[in-house]
């Protein structure tokens, strides 16, 4: 029985059903006390007024947000199919990193020092000046 239920589920109870009304008006009057405590019941009201008098007006701001809606989610999607990282080396992701704590510590923490002033390399070029042959 138990495999079979979560295959198939369960059966939705009837809202008439006298074996789960007690349970279905327990939980409609939980949601209406919650929609009350959050003024939602006023807010539907008020787009519902607002809809019946502006149809049109009303149906256009509905479609014109969904339209929205998908147009930003297939821009951001060929965004992602399109991206390419740009490859980088160990010593650029190093830099990267120190910059990153160098410009973005909170007020009140040492600042961590610069690569250069412990007398090692800060870039490539440096690195290369820098190393003993």
Same mark, same amino acid.
């Given at each position: 029985?138990?495999?079979?239920?979560?295959?198939?589920?369960?059966?939705?109870?009837?809202?008439?059903?006298?074996?789960?009304?007690?349970?279905?008006?327990?939980? $409609?009057?939980?949601?209406?006390? #919650?929609?009350?405590? /959050?003024? *939602?019941? %006023?807010?539907?009201?008020? +787009?519902?007024?607002?809809?019946?008098?502006?149809?049109?007006?009303?149906?256009?701001? $509905?479609?014109?947000?969904?339209? #929205?809606?998908?147009? /930003?989610? *297939?821009? %951001?999607?060929?965004?992602? +199919?399109?991206?390419?990282?740009?490859?980088?080396?160990?010593?650029?992701?190093?830099?990267?990193?120190?910059?990153?704590?160098?410009?973005?510590?909170?007020?009140?923490?040492?600042?961590?020092?610069? +690569?250069?002033?412990?007398?090692?390399?800060?870039?490539?070029?440096?690195?290369?000046?820098?190393?003993?042959?």
């Amino acid at each position: 029985m138990g495999f079979k239920k979560i295959l198939f589920g369960e059966k939705v109870p009837d809202k008439d059903d006298p074996k789960y009304k007690e349970r279905y008006e327990k939980d $409609v009057a939980a949601g209406k006390s #919650f929609a009350q405590a /959050l003024r *939602l019941d %006023r807010a539907a009201a008020c +787009v519902q007024r607002f809809a019946s008098r502006h149809t049109k007006l009303f149906l256009a701001l $509905v479609f014109s947000f969904v339209l #929205f809606s998908v147009g /930003l989610s *297939l821009y %951001r999607m060929k965004q992602a +199919v399109t991206y390419r990282p740009r490859p980088s080396s160990a010593v650029e992701r190093q830099e990267q990193e120190l910059h990153f704590k160098r410009h973005h510590a909170p007020e009140g923490v040492a600042q961590p020092t610069s +690569v250069n002033e412990s007398n090692q390399p800060h870039s490539m070029k440096e690195y290369e000046a820098f190393r003993p042959d």
